[in-house]
C-alpha cells in the first residue's frame, strides 16, 4: 500500500553554478528521506554548500535497474524520494528513466522540480530560432554513426541541439559541415561556469576557432540551426558535377544532392544520365 506522503520527486540541480537551483528545490531535498544520484561525491558537494543532511545513495546506468526495484519499495513503504543528477535535469541524457516508469506503474505520483538545463540554456542564447527545436542528445562516438544520425535530421524545420564531449567536438563539427554545409551552428561551452563561452558561425568556421586552441574543455552544447529555407543554387546535374570536382565520388556525390532536395538516389541519377 502506498504511503500518504510517497513521492518521488525528480529535481534539477546547477549545471555549474551553485546558484542556478529554485528555493523549492533545496526545500524538497531538505526534507526528503532520501536522495538517490549518480555520484554521491559530486552531489554532497552540492547538499554541503546549503547545509543539506538527507542521507544520498547512488542511482547510475550500473545499477539502474536494481537500485529503481529498492526504490520503488521504499517509495511504497511511505518515504518520499528525490531524483538528481550530477548536473541540470535528471533524464535528460541522464539515468532516471526507469525508475521514473517504475514509480509510475506503482500508483506512486511523480512530480517535477524544474531547474537548470544544458540544452534549454544554451538554446536561449544561441541567436538561433526557438520557435521549434529537437534535443537529440549526445551524438555517437563514431564519424560513420554520427553522421548517419546527422542526415536523420537534416530535413527537421526546427533547431537541433546535441551534447558532446569537447575531445570528440572536432571530429563532430567536421561531419556537421559535410552533412549540413554552411548552415549556421553554435557551440555553446562551459554553460553558467566561469569561463562561459558562445561560438557562432559555420561548422567550418567554428571548428577553425576551437582548432586552434592547445585544448578544447569543458561541457558542450551543439546547435545546428534549421535548414528548411535553404533553396539549392545548381541545377542537379551541376551540383553533381561540383562535388566531384571537389573530390567526392560520383555515387556519393548523387547521394548528398538526393538528400539535400528531398530526392531518391534513382531520380537523380536519371536526370543527369538520361536513363
Same mark, same amino acid.
Given at each position: 500500500?502506498?504511503?500518504? %506522503?510517497?513521492?518521488?520527486?525528480?529535481? %534539477?540541480?546547477?549545471? /555549474?553554478?551553485?546558484?542556478? =537551483?529554485?528555493?523549492?528545490?533545496?526545500?524538497?531535498?531538505?526534507?526528503?528521506?532520501?536522495?538517490?544520484?549518480?555520484?554521491?561525491?559530486?552531489?554532497?558537494?552540492?547538499? #554541503?554548500?546549503?547545509? =543539506?543532511?538527507?542521507?544520498?545513495?547512488?542511482?547510475?546506468?550500473?545499477?539502474?535497474?536494481?537500485?529503481?526495484?529498492?526504490?520503488?519499495?521504499?517509495?511504497?513503504? /511511505? *518515504?518520499?524520494?528525490?531524483?538528481?543528477?550530477?548536473?541540470?535535469?535528471?533524464?535528460?541524457?541522464?539515468?532516471?528513466?526507469?525508475?521514473?516508469? $517504475?514509480?509510475? $506503474?506503482?500508483?506512486?505520483?511523480?512530480?517535477?522540480?524544474?531547474?537548470?538545463?544544458? $540544452?534549454?540554456?544554451?538554446?536561449?542564447?544561441?541567436?538561433?530560432?526557438?520557435?521549434?527545436?529537437?534535443?537529440?542528445?549526445?551524438?555517437?562516438?563514431? %564519424?560513420?554513426?554520427? &553522421?548517419?544520425?546527422?542526415? $536523420?535530421?537534416?530535413?527537421?524545420?526546427?533547431?537541433?541541439?546535441?551534447?558532446?564531449?569537447?575531445?570528440?567536438?572536432?571530429?563532430?563539427?567536421? #561531419?556537421?559541415?559535410?552533412?549540413?554545409?554552411?548552415?549556421?551552428?553554435?557551440?555553446?561551452?562551459?554553460?553558467?561556469?566561469?569561463?562561459?563561452?558562445?561560438?557562432?558561425?559555420?561548422?567550418?568556421?567554428?571548428?577553425?576557432?576551437?582548432?586552434?586552441?592547445?585544448?578544447?574543455? /569543458?561541457?558542450?552544447?551543439?546547435? =545546428?540551426?534549421?535548414?528548411? #529555407?535553404?533553396?539549392?543554387?545548381?541545377?542537379?546535374?551541376?551540383?553533381?558535377?561540383?562535388?566531384?570536382?571537389?573530390?567526392?565520388?560520383?555515387?556519393?556525390?548523387?547521394?548528398?544532392?538526393?538528400? *539535400? &532536395?528531398?530526392?531518391?538516389?534513382? #531520380?537523380?541519377?536519371?536526370? =543527369?544520365?538520361?536513363?
Amino acid at each position: 500500500m502506498t504511503g500518504s %506522503s510517497s513521492i518521488l520527486y525528480v529535481v %534539477s540541480t546547477p549545471i /555549474g553554478n551553485l546558484e542556478d =537551483i529554485t528555493m523549492r528545490a533545496v526545500r524538497i531535498l531538505k526534507e526528503v528521506a532520501l536522495i538517490a544520484c549518480e555520484d554521491t561525491r559530486q552531489t554532497r558537494k552540492l547538499l #554541503d554548500h546549503y547545509g =543539506i543532511a538527507t542521507k544520498a545513495i547512488s542511482y547510475h546506468d550500473h545499477n539502474e535497474q536494481p537500485r529503481s526495484a529498492e526504490l520503488v519499495e521504499r517509495l511504497q513503504a /511511505g *518515504e518520499s524520494i528525490a531524483l538528481v543528477s550530477d548536473a541540470g535535469t535528471p533524464l535528460i541524457s541522464d539515468p532516471g528513466y526507469r525508475l521514473v516508469t $517504475a514509480a509510475i $506503474a506503482a500508483g506512486i505520483p511523480v512530480v517535477p522540480i524544474p531547474g537548470a538545463s544544458a $540544452a534549454l540554456g544554451a538554446l536561449a542564447a544561441a541567436g538561433l530560432a526557438t520557435d521549434a527545436f529537437r534535443f537529440c542528445g549526445f551524438l555517437p562516438p563514431k %564519424s560513420g554513426q554520427r &553522421r548517419k544520425v546527422l542526415e $536523420a535530421v537534416r530535413g527537421e524545420d526546427c533547431t537541433l541541439i546535441f551534447y558532446e564531449a569537447p575531445h570528440r567536438i572536432l571530429e563532430a563539427l567536421a #561531419d556537421v559541415e559535410a552533412v549540413y554545409g554552411s548552415r549556421p551552428v553554435v557551440v555553446a561551452r562551459e554553460l553558467t561556469k566561469l569561463h562561459e563561452e558562445f561560438l557562432r558561425g559555420s561548422a567550418a568556421e567554428v571548428r577553425a576557432a576551437l582548432a586552434s586552441r592547445a585544448a578544447v574543455k /569543458g561541457e558542450i552544447t551543439l546547435l =545546428i540551426s534549421k535548414g528548411a #529555407d535553404e533553396v539549392p543554387s545548381l541545377p542537379i546535374e551541376e551540383a553533381v558535377e561540383a562535388l566531384e570536382q571537389q573530390g567526392v565520388p560520383r555515387m556519393d556525390a548523387i547521394k548528398q544532392v538526393a538528400r *539535400e &532536395r528531398g530526392l531518391s538516389k534513382r #531520380d537523380v541519377y536519371k536526370q =543527369i544520365t538520361g536513363a
